[in-house]
């Protein structure tokens, strides 16, 4: 069974930065895909960033060229290196592993919160 822990949120003043970690337990087999995604008050979750298996990534744009993902295939661990953060950049982050074929399963952490004060 597949288990994911976020840790590394937290506050921080506009321009700041932050590094989230997701230790994942377990692994599924298939295409799959880690990464995470953002929920805000009153909007639905998106997707800041992904890696496949394959090697595809994916970043949100308004991310690009402030955020990071990177892993550690030894340590199990998934990292959102998150830099001149936003106060838009506020939200529930929720660690993600996903098998995306042949048939898509989700995985999710409990979800910690960033926020950014201006």
């Known amino acids: 069974q597949v288990q994911l822990e976020e840790s590394g949120g937290g506050s921080v003043q506009a321009g700041g930065s932050l590094r989230l970690s997701c230790a994942v337990s377990?692994?599924?087999?298939?295409?799959?895909?880690m990464g995470w995604y953002r929920q805000a008050p009153g909007k639905q979750r998106e997707r800041v960033a992904s890696?496949?298996?394959?090697?595809?990534?994916n970043y949100l744009d308004s991310v690009k060229g402030r955020f990071t993902l990177s892993r550690d295939n030894a340590k199990n661990m998934v990292y959102l290196q998150m830099n001149s953060l936003k106060p838009e950049d506020s939200a529930v982050y929720y660690c993600n592993y996903a098998k995306i074929f042949p048939k898509r399963h989700d995985i999710w952490g409990q979800g910690i919160q960033v926020t950014v004060s201006s």
């Open positions: 890696i496949t298996s394959t090697g595809v990534s």
């Open positions: 377990g692994s599924m087999s298939g295409i799959t895909s």
